[in-house]
């Protein structure tokens, strides 16, 4: 997902003037405004829909991708398209995240996500490699075509993950904290040694 993100979000200038569409700052601020509803949108719905609001995130840019790739020279399809894009990468990250503690239980939840910044630096890395060699062989206008089968192979993966990694279910919290292992008992702190048990009432 990053990687195809990477293709056109380092190249929006020139993917925008080559659409007729100058004003860039324009572009890249419905871009940020859409992605901070996004993470508000996704906090509401990843506790109970983490696997659905993924799935319809990815093919909200793959949609986004498309009709970038094919109307991008009429402003408003630019701009909603961008609002979309937008909306729906802002809350990828985290619920992407969320997936791979999931995943990987709370005991191996901190090298996986180690693990996971490294995989997003490559993404970032890779994909903005990726789209200047488009970019100076293919021109501006083919980086949506690039960038949209590499966001439609990570759908693809979150909809044959529904076994393991993208499960339709979470976890419970009971069976986190099962992981976890068991906790001590409330009530059954042991007596310190200078305590004594009561004694019985003296018989009348």
Do not use: K
Request: aromatic content about 6%.
């Amino acid at each position: 997902m990053l990687l195809g993100h990477q293709v056109m979000y380092t190249y929006v200038a020139p993917f925008a003037e080559h659409a007729g569409f100058g004003r860039t700052g324009l572009v890249l601020m419905v871009f940020g405004v859409a992605t901070v509803a996004g993470i508000w949108t996704v906090g509401a719905l990843i506790d109970a829909h983490l696997r659905r609001t993924l799935l319809c995130a990815l093919a909200l840019i793959v949609a986004a991708l498309l009709a970038l790739g094919r109307y991008a020279d009429r402003p408003a399809v630019l701009l909603i398209s961008v609002a979309l894009w937008g909306a729906a990468f802002g809350g990828a990250p985290t619920l992407i995240q969320t997936a791979l503690v999931d995943a990987s239980g709370p005991a191996d939840a901190d090298v996986a996500t180690s693990l996971q910044t490294t995989v997003y630096n490559a993404g970032i890395a890779g994909g903005s490699l990726t789209g200047g060699f488009v970019l100076d062989g293919a021109g501006a206008g083919a980086l949506p075509w690039t960038a949209l089968p590499l966001v439609a192979a990570a759908l693809t993966v979150v909809a044959l993950g529904r076994r393991r990694g993208f499960p339709a279910l979470r976890p419970s919290d009971d069976a986190r904290s099962s992981r976890q292992g068991p906790s001590p008992a409330r009530g059954c702190t042991p007596r310190s040694g200078n305590s004594r048990p009561p004694r019985p009432p003296p018989v009348s």
